[in-house]
């Protein structure tokens, strides 16, 4: 399903708020990422963004087997195997093993703040924004999938003069996308696959409303940079990259950055007690990357290759 708006209060669940960012957008940026998303990338290196509820991830490399956790879990959620804390469905994420846990090996992924709190939050930088011509950068996850509160808080950092970025997959009702979307001053639209049978297979998605959304988008005239993550074997044929050249110019794009494919986050997954199911694919060549640059150029795109996806 698409996102739609919400009804939930101007609260949201966020997962991570990283200060003093600069590879989130122009200048010095606070990077608030939302959590849950309607795709599920085989690709994707936050994990921990793509379900809506809050999680606990489990440090292996750090636990010291005391079970000290599983003694202080006040709902018997912890069994033991091989001294390995187990943590069951009947957790309650309350997070009371995480304080038991000296070793810090078991954090909870996932937090709800008010819409107060995290303007309050963001603020405390803005000297750093004004001075740096940075701003807020809302990521994800997708944080159109909690879009009354997001289009709260970019209302809010537009009365404070906060410029903001919006980072997007695009998979949203069109009306809740131009609401909402247009309200950034930037917006980042990641788009992985333009052939549809490819794309379903890769994000769990069709890639028609996320299309959709980024033609309605370019044809506002609102700033937008497309951001593809180059992932080799699977959006990086000669075929796939003629797609991208004519879906971008057709529908208007002009400026489109490349992120090399990276497997940073695939340990996440194991923390997570899930399976990282993309393989072992290895980071997109210079050359490769400076092919897929130069055909998108040739078009008439200005294209660039950014940091590690
Ligand atoms: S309390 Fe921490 S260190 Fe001890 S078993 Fe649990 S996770 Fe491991
Ligand atoms: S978060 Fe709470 S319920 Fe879940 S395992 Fe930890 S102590 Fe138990």
Request: net charge neutral; hydrophobic share 35%; proline share 6%.
């Amino acid at each position: 399903m698409a996102t739609s708006p919400d009804a939930a209060p101007p609260s949201a669940r966020v997962f991570n708020i990283m200060r003093f960012s600069t590879h989130d957008g122009p200048g010095i940026r606070t990077t608030v990422f939302f959590k849950g998303c309607p795709l599920a990338c085989e690709w994707c290196h936050n994990p921990e963004s793509q379900r809506s509820q809050s999680e606990v991830l489990y440090f292996e490399e750090r636990c010291r087997h005391c079970l000290d956790c599983a003694a202080a879990c006040p709902h018997h959620a912890i069994s033991e195997s091989g001294g390995v804390p187990i943590t069951s469905a009947a957790c309650h994420l309350c997070g009371v093993c995480t304080e038991a846990c000296a070793a810090e090996a078991r954090q909870i992924a996932g937090r709800r703040v008010s819409l107060a709190e995290l303007v309050a939050e963001v603020k405390r930088d803005q000297v750093f924004f004004e001075e740096s011509g940075g701003g807020v950068t809302l990521s994800g996850g997708e944080p159109l999938a909690q879009s009354r509160f997001v289009s709260s808080f970019l209302g809010a950092c537009r009365r404070e003069g906060i410029h903001t970025v919006l980072e997007t997959c695009g998979y949203v009702y069109a009306e809740t996308f131009r609401q909402v979307a247009y309200q950034a001053d930037l917006v980042y639209f990641d788009l992985k696959l333009i052939d549809p049978t490819a794309h379903h297979q890769r994000t769990g998605v069709s890639n028609r409303l996320i299309l959709h959304n980024l033609q309605g988008l370019a044809a506002s005239g609102r700033p937008v940079t497309v951001r593809i993550p180059v992932i080799p074997g699977v959006n990086d044929s000669v075929d796939e990259i003629r797609h991208f050249t004519a879906c971008l110019t057709d529908v208007g794009i002009r400026n489109v950055e490349l992120l090399p494919y990276h497997r940073i986050g695939s340990e996440k997954y194991r923390r997570l007690g899930r399976t990282y199911t993309l393989g072992d694919i290895p980071q997109p060549a210079p050359e490769d990357l400076g092919r897929f640059r130069d055909a998108l150029t040739h078009a008439g795109l200005h294209a660039t290759i950014g940091g590690l996806s």
